[in-house]
């Protein structure tokens, strides 16, 4: 991570009775965004599938001394997370037709914003340690910081945001499959002290499309990350430390 993305190809996987409208509109999505990216699309590929599946091969450029790795963490950093939790539920409730528009509108307008504003922070002050929290959840995404790094991670669990419909689906359980998948996992690996139901713990292995960035920040530099946070409008959630150990703790 740190880098800057110039070229991409499409990819697709499309039912070939999938009318031609959608296919333009998955298209433009797509290429809308790479624009906003400031990313070229130089081609594709495309097969025939059941379901449809659409991503981008993404190819760019990196200073080795900009990378953004996640071996390097050390105990007494701050973990700093640059999304809320909770798009898997809200769009499994939607996929269920069970969803309320303005969580559905909510959580689509988190996805859609790049990571770009929230990494060009990291890399110009000087932050090494960062993961993007997607498929694995954060508690999936948080151990392999913590297992590249040999320590420990304490995470708040008061502090950390969700979207405002994610604990009603939760106690719904309206988790997708790979929530299930990411507690048998990482489960091994985390310690609750806190106190909570089984749906409020499956919210933090709850797998995010497009989430956001957690990483880790040396505590000297919080003040001047998060001054310049705020003046340019970037949200960010102070939600945890690094901790000596080798487990994650939620406290």
């Known amino acids: 991570m740190g880098g800057q993305p110039f070229l991409a190809l499409n990819i697709a996987a499309l039912p070939p009775d999938l009318p031609s409208e959608l296919v333009g509109e998955i298209l433009r999505g797509g290429a809308e965004k790479a624009r906003e990216a400031g990313v070229v699309i130089a081609g594709g590929h495309t097969i025939q599938d059941k379901e449809p599946k659409y991503g981008l091969v993404v190819m760019g450029f990196v200073s080795p001394t900009q990378m953004l790795t996640k071996g390097s963490a050390q105990p007494g950093d701050l973990l700093v997370l640059s999304k809320p939790l909770g798009f898997g539920v809200t769009t499994t409730a939607l996929k269920n037709e069970q969803a309320d528009p303005v969580d ?85 690996h985390v310690c609750f002290v806190k106190n909570l139901a089984e749906e409020m713990k499956l919210l933090l292995y709850d797998p995010q499309t497009s989430g956001g960035l957690l990483f880790a920040l040396p505590p000297d530099r919080k003040e001047a990350f998060f001054a310049e946070a705020s003046a340019v409008g970037l949200n960010l959630w102070l939600i945890g430390e690094v901790i000596a150990g080798n487990q994650i703790v939620i406290v």
């Open 104 to 188: 559905v509108n909510e959580v689509v307008a988190w996805m859609k914003r790049l990571n770009r504003q929230a990494a060009g922070l990291l890399v110009s002050h000087g932050v090494k340690v960062a993961t993007d929290v997607t498929g694995f959840s954060l508690l999936g995404h948080a151990w392999e910081i913590a297992l590249a790094s040999g320590t420990g991670l304490q995470f708040e669990w008061d502090k950390i945001p969700f979207t405002s419909g994610a604990r009603r689906y939760a106690n719904e359980y309206m988790f997708p499959g790979g929530a299930y998948d990411n507690l048998a996992y990482f489960e091994p």
